[in-house]
């Protein structure tokens, strides 16, 4: 399988600006790729956590990208909403319009964004908010166990305020959450596909935010919503999970314009 890792995104030298993208053994043309951006709560996680998760949909016949970005910490400089997010939709467009090892293997006008958790919330709001300059090339996006209403969280997980303060203003709670965002609906992602995952039995993000947020789409007038509500073990667990890869494969096949292994 060829594997390139740590390609800067940003023309620095801070690791959190890296991706590794992963493709498929004899790849017979550009295959889809699948962009995946994890989870950790704004501050925590990195994308060598991520092998096993990109080795399961590299197996089920994506190419995949897994990207980091900057994480909130407890210090005073620590950066905030919406430097995530900004950091995440420079990958994202960087894999889209730049030049990297392994982009002749994949077919970047096909692209996909799968999101766990805290990765989720980016995917998502970084399609429904008019700042993605790559709007035509993403296909679908996957949400996997996501934060898409902060105000929402914090009323079912008043704890949830130790992480959700380093990483957001009070001010920008509703502004940062893709349940509200949707709202208004931002035109030239209304074709884009969405498949709304949440485990049965993830502990820590309930069905309920995904299959609101699942509805608001809906109802906000995203014509391709699909809702997933099952068991697929705990909430990091489920990402090792050849069920979840499945689902997330057969999303891509069902929206895909282009051959797949």
Known sequence: MPVYKDIAYI?????????????????????PLAIFIHGGSWRTGDKSEC???AHGLVSQ?????????????R??????????????????????????PGKQLVNSDNTYLIGHSAGAHLATLMVLSDQLDCIASIRGVV????????????????DYADFIDMAFD?????????????????ADAENIRFLIINSAGDSLIPAIMSADFARQLVHT???NVELVVRDLGSHF????????????????????????L
């Open 237 to 260: 667990g489920m990402l090792d999970n050849k069920e979840f890869w499945q689902l997330a494969a057969d999303f891509v096949r069902s929206t895909n314009c282009t051959s797949m």
């Open 11 to 31: 023309a620095d030298d801070n690791p959190r600006h890296t991706l590794d993208i992963y493709v498929p053994d004899g790849s017979l043309g550009a295959l």
């Open 75 to 100: 210090t005073p400089d620590s950066i905030r909403h919406p430097a995530h997010l900004q950091d995440a939709i420079k990958a994202v467009q960087f894999l889209v319009h730049g030049d990297y």
């Open 143 to 158: 949400g996997v166990g996501g934060i898409y209403d902060i105000p929402g969280l914090l009323e079912l997980y008043p």
């Open 51 to 53: 092998e096993v998760l």
């Open 61 to 73: 016949g994506l190419a995949v990208a897994v990207i980091n970005y900057g994480l909130s910490q």
């Open 221 to 223: 007038g995203y014509a």
């Open 170 to 186: 009070p001010a920008q709670h509703q502004e940062a959450s893709p349940q509200h965002v949707a709202k208004c609906r931002y």
